[in-house]
């Protein structure tokens, strides 16, 4: 039996290929590589203190909102890997805001861990 965790791990990989399939690309990353898990901050559907640093900055530079647990702790995760050159220059990097910008507004940020 696949596990919650893996089956999700797999549903992610699989949309990114199909993505890159639509951009007409045929060098998705592995698997591996797309799921890091030293990113998850202080548990599932907990936000943490770099995630909400990251939904700020993006805010206030662009005007764009993110959710406050999984998309902003992606973003804090993408900034990090940025910043520690993990990216080759001359790489393009997608990364896909999925919605849930209204939850932004539901939890304090007195809340986050």
Do not use: W
Request: glycine share 8%; aromatic share 10%; charged share 20%.
């Amino acid at each position: 039996m696949v596990s919650p965790e893996k089956d999700f791990q797999r549903t992610i990989f699989e949309l990114t290929r199909a993505t890159a399939e639509l951009l007409g690309r045929d060098d998705c990353p592995n698997l591996e590589k797309m799921v890091l898990k030293v990113y998850t901050g202080p548990g599932y559907a907990r936000m943490s203190r770099v995630g909400l640093a990251a939904i700020k900055r993006l805010a206030f530079q662009e005007g764009i909102f993110l959710n406050p647990v999984y998309t902003g702790k992606s973003l804090a995760g993408l900034l990090d890997l940025c910043d520690q050159g993990y990216f080759q220059s001359d790489e393009n990097i997608v990364f896909l805001h999925s919605g849930g910008a209204p939850a932004l507004f539901a939890v304090p940020a007195e809340a986050v861990d």
